[in-house]
């Protein structure tokens, strides 16, 4: 059985000899020190790790995730994805967002339509196709003008392609949507902008939140053509730890409608739909099965995984639930091999789940904790698909 035959038999409820698993780190320059404490000699620490499933982004998207490769950031700058200013340490992406260089984590830090801006800078950074809007007196004139990339710019798809290729078959392969409608809103207008346009000015707000909409479905649309493509991806981060960032009816009005809409690109087309958000959603989460969300990730436990199994295991692949903020980098090992484990049975009991932390492990996780983790998935992972 393939890892990627595996994702997919969890994903239609079929048995399994064990549970797939996706661990990550935000720093793999530990990679040696954690494969000599797990005492490797004839794997790799990626081996051993076995992950499932791997993320195959868009050109466009490639500064999301790799603005600190400066060289591979020059390459797309050279094809028109997108703009590096390194002495401030900022990638401006084809969208105008800027992303700083330098982080550990993901950082708008420069928000392309929530100010009015010089022609000397946006002639200098921005896509032409924006310069107009970007230079508008009030925030209604510059959503009104401002449109998004090309979805089908040139050459924007020939990496995901290479990944689908190179990789299908061993790996279930997600044609990477993060950074989804909600977030890409906030990035092109501020969260304070958004979170405020949302109840004061709603129709100006859904004037950019359908721009965003038209851009992620064409996308989509395209992606699918593609070989080997078996799941659909979107990702938009609406929790916060102890809730949802706005109520149930602003999401039903805003967001639910547009999130069917891409969604319904994939599932007419026989993909499963896969959502990233980060918090606690359990609000939202009969609103988004009932139009068509099949697995959620990550997981987190600031939501109640038992109610989350009971509740909704019938409808919803889990992928996550272990603890990476108050447990992983400050409890004992004995600790994080206990937590590891309830969190294992609670979400894999009856199959339904990929193994994972709710998020990638970082760097501050002390190695001991690292290696009790990793030691229990592989202990736990085919215990608890025979019980």
Known sequence: MTKEERVLRILKREEVDYLPSMITFADRTRDREITEALGLKDKTLDEYLENHLSFAPLKSDYPLFFRNDIRLMRQLEKEGFCTVDEENKIVYDSWGMGIRIGSDGFFVCFNPLAQKNSRAFVEKYMPPRIHDAMMADTLAERIRKWTPPDPVQPGNYDWMQRDLESMSGEHLVIPCGSFGIYERSYGMISIPELLAGMASTPSLIEELLDKITDYKVAAAKHAITLDNVKVGHMGDDLGTQTGPFFSLPMFRKMLKPRFARLWDVFKSNGKYVIMHSCGNVTTFLPDLIEIGLDVLEPVQPVMDLKY??????????????????????????????RMASETIHTLGKGGGYIIAPAQEVMKDVPLKNVVALLETIIEERSKVVHM
């Open 308 to 337: 989350l199994k009971k509740t909704f295991g019938r409808d919803l692949v889990f992928w996550g639930g272990i603890d990476t903020q108050e447990l992983l980098p400050y409890a004992a090992p004995e600790e994080v091999k």
